[in-house]
């Protein structure tokens, strides 16, 4: 009885971060109500609560999950040493363009002016920005010099994010150049730093 009844936890969280981050991708950070991932989840407000007592810990639980899924899943789809870094920053591109992004998105901005959320958005990312070098490292093994293994990872990363807010008013043919030159650039500084 005990499984079960774990199980039926795990799968009601699950559904609960699954809500949150559809709330923040279609509604925003102020339209993610815990009423809101409640009506979307199908679930009581005193199972929310049991799980996350807060609506900050909702927010960056759902947060964390998908930034880790999607590392993961980009690690998964790709084998160490398999790609160029032309085809390893295009298909980065394919994987964070989506629904994290803009959930990630709507809680940077949110944690400006918040600083309940600031901080633990902040361990978060930290986080994140550890999964990216390492996803580098292991899909691109010995191709960065040790001089570029920190930072090259999250200067790639940064333009993704920029690129990625530019979709909110632009359309992929206009960004296409930037990616193109982003590639071209990140290239060159490769094979300089080889040279």
């Not at 981050?21 to 509604?27: G, R, S």
């Not at 809680?107 to 994140?128: D, G, H, K, S, Y």
């Not at 040790?146 to 632009?170: E, K, Q």
Request: proline letters at 5%; charged letters at 20%; one cysteine or more.
């Amino acid at each position: 009885m005990g499984s079960a009844r774990q199980a039926r936890a795990i799968e009601t969280r699950q559904l609960l971060l699954d809500a949150t981050l559809e709330a923040l991708v279609e509604v925003g950070y102020a339209g993610t109500t815990t009423q809101e991932v409640c009506r979307r989840a199908g679930a009581s407000r005193g199972k929310l609560l049991h799980h996350f007592p807060r609506r900050t810990d909702l927010l960056i639980a759902a947060l964390e999950e998908v930034l880790t899924q999607r590392v993961q899943g980009f690690v998964d789809d790709h084998q160490p040493g398999e790609q160029d870094l032309a085809a390893l920053i295009t298909a980065m591109w394919a994987h964070w363009k989506g629904p994290a992004l803009y959930a990630w998105l709507e809680l940077a901005i949110a944690a400006r002016t918040n600083a309940e959320l600031r901080e633990p958005l902040r361990v978060v990312m930290r986080q994140f920005d550890v999964n990216v070098r390492a996803a580098f490292g292991a899909l691109l093994p010995g191709a960065l010099p040790p001089a570029l293994r920190d930072t090259a990872p999250m200067m790639v990363f940064a333009a993704l994010n920029g690129l990625a807010v530019d979709r909110i008013y632009s359309d992929e043919a206009t960004i296409q150049p930037t990616l193109a030159l982003l590639i071209s650039v990140s290239q060159q500084v490769l094979e300089s730093d080889h040279g």
